[in-house]
């Protein structure tokens, strides 16, 4: 009795210790569990805590973290400044105070920019690479019926805001393309312009010839493309899809012959040679007033940040919209002698006008005659072959908020400008720095990308407007200079 009293009380006492041996791993378990989640608790306790804070504060304590974070991520931004952490301290909340001098510049410069005012000195520190101009040929694509491609001249390029990666480019023979810069390469060529006038023709033989576009504009955001034609239709296409956002049909009387939109927004300002300048608005796709002033056709228009508009026409008068008032500056001093063509804003107060006698003008927004006035900018008219349209200064462009401008014209030379209104030299207000080489016939069009360094010009054989002259030695084609920056940022 003894032995079996025994036996089951060993036998009792090894369960026990497997018992407690298969046990003592689900107990370390609900340990690390039980640690774990009284971590989380007291992150949960912290957030909280934080979050109450955050909402006791009053808006005076909130606007003062705002900025203490603000100054914090502009130091760290700045970090390698030098001397910057020699003069740097701690306060009381312990957030690092960056150097004084260096930050006030910068806020400066940032709020100088928000508003437009900003001005950077890049043009005498630009050069042009050995590798020199690159030429984009777009060549007919059967698989679209012959459509689709520059078989006449090239009349307006734009580049959207961004990276500055893409461009648009239109011509007379209807087609609006897309091109990527970074590999020189034709992205989308959009093809609606053909249909449409395909459509148009109930009778007769099947054409795929479109009406020629004379203009084209994007919106900062790179998605919306804009083209205004020959018969005054304007149409808004989607960057990204290629397909066709709105059709203003026939809004103008005769053709469009300028688009631009207001930077940051998506309103839009049209001009057309039937003496108007009207506004638009894409985020309702609806037109919005007319401004009438002109006593002939207007050939060009530009917008930059404000809702200040200049354009200038055949009438050889220069208009400055100030749309919210509802009045107009008209400068008439024109030292020319021929039809004003091209235009282009500097900056908020100052822009450049060319026209048909080879002159170039730098105009301020206070003063009704030229600051400025380079003259035979794109030869004389007895210069070359005699043609009177080589020496038009048919295009204008302006790398926005810097003091570089550029100017195109018919005997195929690109110039590139430093402008200064306010230097003291009379000579210096306006100085040719470089000349772009390797660009051939009519140059209807330029642009630049937002930082300067890619300048486009759209060339072709015949001028932007009309058909008075043709280069048949040329090729239609788009034009890609790279542009180095050798010193920048300096305010104006």
Avoid at 34 to 51: F, H, K, L
Avoid at 253 to 282: H, M, N, P, Y
Wanted: charged share 25%; net charge negative.
């Amino acid at each position: 009795m003894k032995r079996t009293r025994s036996r089951a009380a060993a036998r009792q006492e090894e369960e026990d210790e497997v018992t407690s041996d298969s046990e003592s791993p689900s107990d370390g378990r609900e340990n690390d569990s039980a640690g774990s989640s009284s971590d989380s608790q007291e992150r949960e306790d912290g957030q909280e805590a934080g979050d109450s804070k955050r909402r006791r504060e009053t808006p005076e304590q909130k606007r003062l973290r705002l900025a203490k974070a603000y100054l914090r991520s502009m130091e760290i931004e700045g970090g390698g400044q030098e001397g910057g952490e020699e003069e740097s301290g701690t306060d009381e909340d312990g957030v690092t105070d960056p150097k004084p001098v260096d930050i006030s510049e910068r806020l400066k410069v940032e709020a100088l920019a928000q508003r437009g005012h900003y001005q950077r000195k890049i043009a005498d520190g630009v050069s042009l690479p050995e590798e020199g101009c690159s030429r984009l040929i777009c060549r007919p694509m059967k698989r679209q019926g012959g459509g689709g491609f520059h078989r006449k001249s090239l009349t307006g390029v734009c580049i959207p805001g961004g990276d500055g990666t893409k461009c648009y480019s239109v011509s007379k023979c209807g087609a609006l393309v897309g091109w990527d810069l970074d590999t020189l390469s034709r992205n989308n060529t959009f093809t609606f312009g053909a249909r449409q006038a395909q459509r148009s023709r109930p009778s007769g033989p099947a054409s795929t010839s479109a009406e020629p576009l004379y203009s084209v504009c994007c919106s900062d955001d790179g998605r919306t493309v804009v083209t205004g034609g020959h018969s005054g239709t304007i149409t808004a296409w989607d960057a990204r899809s290629g397909e066709v956002v709105k059709t203003f049909e026939k809004v103008h009387k005769a053709e469009v012959t300028g688009l631009t939109f207001q930077s940051g927004t998506q309103q839009l300002f049209s001009c057309s040679r039937d003496r108007t300048v009207k506004i638009w608005s894409l985020d309702d796709m609806a037109y919005v007033d007319t401004l009438f002033g002109h006593v002939q056709g207007c050939t060009q228009i530009d917008c930059l940040r404000k809702e200040r508009v200049i354009s200038v026409g055949e009438d050889r008068t220069c208009r400055l919209w100030k749309v919210q008032d509802e009045t107009q500056l008209l400068f008439k001093g024109m030292p020319c002698s021929g039809n004003v063509d091209a235009c282009c804003f500097v900056n908020g107060t100052t822009f450049v006008t060319g026209s048909q006698d080879s002159s170039v003008s730098l105009w301020s927004m206070f003063k009704k005659r030229p600051v400025y006035t380079v003259r035979g900018a794109h030869g004389s008219h007895g210069d070359g072959d005699g043609s009177a349209c080589s020496t038009w200064v048919h295009s204008l462009a302006a790398c926005a908020n810097t003091d570089l401008v550029a100017s195109g014209g018919g005997d195929g030379r690109v110039t590139l400008y430093r402008v200064d209104p306010e230097d003291q030299t009379a000579s210096e207000r306006m100085r040719a720095v470089r000349e772009v080489e390797g660009v051939e016939g009519y140059v209807n069009a330029l642009a630049f990308n937002a930082e300067g360094t890619v300048l486009v010009a759209g060339a072709g054989q015949e001028p932007r407007l009309g058909r008075w002259d043709r280069n048949p030695s040329s090729k239609n084609a788009l034009y890609v200079q790279r542009l180095a920056l050798g010193g920048s940022g300096n305010d104006g």
